[in-house]
């Protein structure tokens, strides 16, 4: 470089490309000894906005973020025997439904007398606000109506990581039966209640078809954790 290119101490020297240095708008040659040093470089600024498209941008991915939600959700509430557990709990609340129906509409059990179907079982109408079976009887049927929800996800969850067939069978009769009741609470503010069995002066209480799947569900539950466990 010639004297009138040597540049001033309160300049910056800025690398310039193939083995040059800017100096303005002038790139010079380096010294065979004189190694550039690397700049100093800032990313880009940041906006909030872009911030914010950027996180939604992850959110969403390729497929969209509802698509995320609902594959999301299959993971999680979907097994191999899911298909089969929630066909058993449909026909179980269908025929619960089905049978308060006709009990409530065409046989007006409300509006009349208990008729004696055998010497042990009749049918007689009764208005339960409790848990089944009567128990644990309370005015708070929100209360009833959403525990109700919360078991029937929790049964779902279950249902999606069984791997036997009469687990599934047993939560399906479970999830009938509970959304069977539930729905009772949400039309009439309490179960219609309508099966009662006796003999002699021993009465048992009266219940309908969505306590007996839920009885038999959990029975089904306890032999398959006694009897089904595969053996040592």
């Not at 179980?92 to 509006?111: G, H, M, R, T, Y």
Request: aromatic content about 10%; hydrophobic content about 50%.
């Amino acid at each position: 470089a010639t004297p009138n290119s040597q540049t001033s101490p309160h300049v910056t020297l800025k690398p310039c490309v193939n083995g040059k240095r800017a100096l303005g708008k002038r790139c010079e040659a380096l010294p065979n000894n004189t190694v550039a040093s690397s700049p100093r470089t800032r990313g880009p600024r940041l906006s909030t906005s872009s911030v914010a498209k950027s996180l939604v941008s992850r959110v969403r991915g390729n497929d969209g973020i509802w698509f995320g939600v609902f594959r999301l959700m299959t993971v999680s509430f979907a097994g191999p025997l899911t298909r089969l557990g929630i066909l058993i709990a449909g026909l179980v609340f269908a025929f619960d439904q089905l049978s308060k129906w006709w009990v409530l509409k065409i046989v007006n059990l409300d509006e009349r007398e208990p008729i004696q179907i055998t010497p042990f079982l009749d049918l007689a109408m009764a208005w339960n606000k409790g848990v089944s079976y009567g128990l644990l009887t309370t005015h708070m049927q929100g209360a009833l109506i959403a525990l109700s929800l919360a078991i029937t996800v929790m049964l779902i969850v279950w249902l999606a990581k069984a791997d036997k067939a009469i687990a599934a069978a047993s939560y399906g009769l479970l999830i009938g039966g509970a959304l069977g009741n539930a729905l009772d609470r949400l039309l009439h503010g309490a179960v219609a209640d309508f099966v009662h069995f006796h003999w002699g002066t021993w009465s048992w209480y009266i219940f309908n078809v969505a306590d007996i799947a839920i009885v038999a569900g959990v029975a089904v539950l306890l032999y398959d954790a006694v009897v089904g466990r595969p053996k040592s």
